[in-house]
């Protein structure tokens, strides 16, 4: 089993609509939990990160962590077409310092496609 | 003020041969790290150097190697490459939280 699963997808949504894209993990020990966006033949770029339960804002998104259920989900709101990228959740066991022993561990990575 | 910058973009090699890989971290950033995004794979920890030092090391075989220079930047050596070795390596960089990706080296082992 995968410490981090993430659905592949391909999601297909139309202009405006909300998207949710979601992650599961098995490691009760991520304490960091990120979301990147990755466009196509580019690295990474984060979007948000997160040390808690709980919902943080930016802008459109909206990143919501559940450690209990061991559930991080992000919320994109009136999607537009350059969103349209593979995103991918990562996350981090962090030590005493609140460093990250350098590793993530990342999801999959799901393939979003916001249509005119 | 500049991404981190990895060098070159494509490489193509012969199995059996030796691959290595550049980057240069944003200034002020002292830590590198590298990743592998393989087809299937996802993204992959590979290693971690900071202030010239390996700090930490993912499940990868001794033939994935690299160093860090007083400048912080960072070469990564893949020895005795073999056909699954073609992927894309991602370099980064951080200054505490959230790292700042390149936009890679794609590397094809034929």
């Known amino acids: 089993q995968k410490e981090v699963e993430q659905d592949p997808g391909p999601l297909s949504v139309p202009e405006g609509a909300i998207v949710s894209l979601n992650c599961t993990y098995s490691?009760?020990?991520?304490?960091?939990f990120m979301w990147y966006r990755q466009y196509s033949r580019k690295g990474p770029e984060l979007l948000m990160y997160?040390?808690?339960?709980g919902n943080k804002e930016d802008g459109r998104f909206t990143a919501q962590v559940d450690k209990s259920s061991k559930y991080i989900s992000l919320f994109i709101r009136d999607s537009q077409p350059s969103d349209s990228a593979t995103y991918l959740c990562?996350?981090?066991?962090?030590?005493?310092?609140?460093?990250?022993?350098?590793?993530?561990?990342f999801g999959q990575g799901t393939i979003l496609t916001v249509h005119p | 003020e500049a991404g981190v910058t990895q060098s070159p973009t494509h490489l193509i090699k012969t199995r059996g041969q030796q691959a290595t890989l550049r980057c240069s971290p944003i200034?002020?950033?002292?830590?590198v790290y590298w990743y592998q995004q393989a087809l299937g794979l996802g993204l992959q920890f590979l290693l971690w150097?900071?202030?010239?030092?390996?700090?930490n090391r993912g499940n990868f075989p001794p033939r994935f190697s690299g160093r860090q220079f007083p400048n912080y930047s960072s070469e990564l050596n893949v020895n005795a490459l073999e056909l699954e070795d073609s992927a894309l390596y991602l370099c980064?960089?951080?200054?505490?939280?959230?790292?700042?990706f390149g936009s890679g080296t794609r590397l094809t082992v034929v």
């Open positions: 997160t040390y808690s339960s």
């Open positions: 990562a996350m981090s066991v962090l030590n005493a310092g609140g460093t990250s022993y350098g590793k993530l561990t």
């Open positions: 980064a960089s951080s200054k505490g939280y959230g790292y700042t």
């Open positions: 150097y900071d202030e010239g030092e390996e700090r």
């Open positions: 490691n009760s020990a991520f304490q960091y």
């Open positions: 200034s002020g950033h002292t830590s």
